[in-house]
């Protein structure tokens, strides 16, 4: 009579099975600790990008507060310069 081949799982099959779920598990792992630091970067970057646009719009208005206060002094010195040229010709204020 002749042998029939066993069926079942061999030291090899095995092998190589745990193998390929031994990859598995590693790339896996991989991808999630890569998505989780991608989405933690991201986040970051946002929060700085939206503290960006905040400085840059304080920027603006302290600009804008710094060349009132500019048109003020020129205004302001001009006033009293014509006051002080009046009181020196002798005019009563």
Same mark, same amino acid.
């Given at each position: 009579?002749? !042998?029939?081949?066993?069926?079942?799982?061999?030291?090899?099959?095995?092998?190589?099975?745990?193998? /390929?779920?031994?990859?598995?598990?590693?790339?896996?792992?991989?991808?999630?600790?890569?998505?989780?630091?991608?989405?933690?970067?991201?986040?970051?970057?946002?929060?700085? /990008?939206?503290?960006?646009?905040?400085?840059?719009?304080?920027?603006?208005?302290? !600009?804008v507060n710094v060349?009132?206060?500019?048109?003020?002094?020129?205004?302001?010195d001009t006033i009293?310069?014509?006051?002080?040229?009046?009181?020196?010709e002798g005019d009563?204020?």
């Amino acid at each position: 009579m002749k !042998r029939r081949p066993e069926r079942g799982i061999t030291p090899g099959t095995l092998t190589i099975a745990l193998i /390929a779920m031994t990859i598995v598990v590693m790339l896996s792992v991989l991808k999630v600790y890569l998505s989780n630091r991608i989405y933690h970067e991201s986040r970051t970057i946002n929060h700085l /990008a939206s503290e960006v646009a905040a400085l840059r719009e304080e920027n603006s208005i302290l !600009r804008v507060n710094v060349e009132r206060l500019k048109y003020k002094i020129e205004i302001a010195d001009t006033i009293f310069s014509l006051d002080d040229t009046r009181n020196s010709e002798g005019d009563v204020p």
